[in-house]
């Protein structure tokens, strides 16, 4: 959301479905080169080191790609249902996530669109057995990279939103979602949002008022540059996916910004806005690099 997010230009990401398989025959993949010899961190580039990263992955070697890896890296999965965001936060979390994908015959092809001297910008499709099935495959994505000291610090991928359009009604079919449970607890003016552990999370599930609501930013993390949070209402036929899936270019005409606020590190300031119709979508965001890192939502909003 470049333009409203000032200095969130907000470049995103790319990387594999992080579902189960469905049941049946799994499709192979068309067999792939043994991943080149590694090379000294300090002898490569921030976007060669994505390269090699990707190259091993592809050869299902989960180790070799997680050797690019920071110990404490986080990688983050925008855009995909349930929720529009997963968060793997360090290498052992992001481990799980691999090892699933190489399972699955994850395959990851790539386009370097920019690259600087820590922050990296990808194209990306990828197949993996559960998106063949479902007849969907390859799925498109744009992905971040942050590259500190020859390692992967953080790693963001976003489904484009023409992904989602094709991706959503074949999950449906295969795999219904609920609709959540009506909320019981009296509706509240005060709300907490705190970012900590490279996410974000907001103290209550009650609905909102209708009227003037305050919000107390919290930022326990100081590892990054600056941080950011924003509320939004969307139009009545778009929703959490679609909004996440936005998070790559400018603002949707559907989504309308009640409240955006960047804050320091490790300070904690109250905001206000005022909201008059339901739902209501979070999203908090740190850089560098500008990304999404938690949301929440849809928030009920109370007459």
């Known amino acids: 959301m470049k333009a409203l997010l000032s200095r969130f230009a907000i470049p995103l990401t790319i990387l594999a479905l992080l579902v189960t398989s469905c049941g049946g025959q799994a499709v192979q993949p068309t067999p ?3 991943s080149p010899p590694a090379m000294e961190p300090t002898q490569q580039s921030a976007s060669e080191i994505i390269e090699a990263m990707v190259a091993r992955m592809n050869a299902g070697d989960v180790e070799g790609s997680l050797a690019y890896f920071a110990d ?4 983050y999965i925008i855009g995909l249902p349930p929720t529009g965001m997963e968060v793997y936060a360090g290498k052992d979390q992001i481990r799980s996530l691999w090892q699933d994908s190489v399972a699955n015959h994850f395959q990851w092809e790539t386009e370097v669109t920019s690259a600087g001297d820590d922050i990296v910008t990808v194209k990306a499709k990828t197949w993996h057995d559960f ?3 479902l007849g969907v495959a390859p799925l498109e994505y744009n992905d971040v990279y942050e590259v500190r000291n020859g390692k992967i610090t953080t790693y963001g991928t976003t489904i484009t939103a023409g992904a989602l359009a ?3 009604p074949a999950f449906e079919e295969a795999v219904p979602l609920e609709p959540p449970a009506p909320l019981t607890e ?3 003016s005060e709300m907490t949002v705190t970012i900590a552990g490279g996410t974000c999370t907001l103290d209550t599930p009650a609905p909102l008022q209708a009227g003037e609501v ?3 930013l919290d930022i326990k993390d100081q590892n990054k540059d600056l941080y950011a949070l924003t509320m939004f209402n969307l139009n009545s036929d778009k929703d959490m996916l679609d909004l996440m899936a936005s998070t790559t270019g400018m603002p949707p005409s559907w989504a309308d910004i009640l409240l955006m606020e960047e804050q320091e590190p490790g300070k904690n300031n109250i905001y206000t806005f005022t909201v008059e119709k339901s739902p209501v979508y979070m999203i908090c965001w740190s850089k560098p690099p500008d990304l999404p890192i938690g ?3 849809p928030i009920e909003v109370k007459q």
């Open 32 to 34: 792939v080169p043994t």
């Open 72 to 75: 404490d890296a986080a990688a």
């Open 131 to 133: 998106t063949r099935q």
């Open 166 to 168: 094709r991706f959503m």
């Open 186 to 188: 009296q509706p509240v």
């Open 214 to 216: 305050k919000v107390t």
């Open 295 to 297: 949301n929440a939502g």
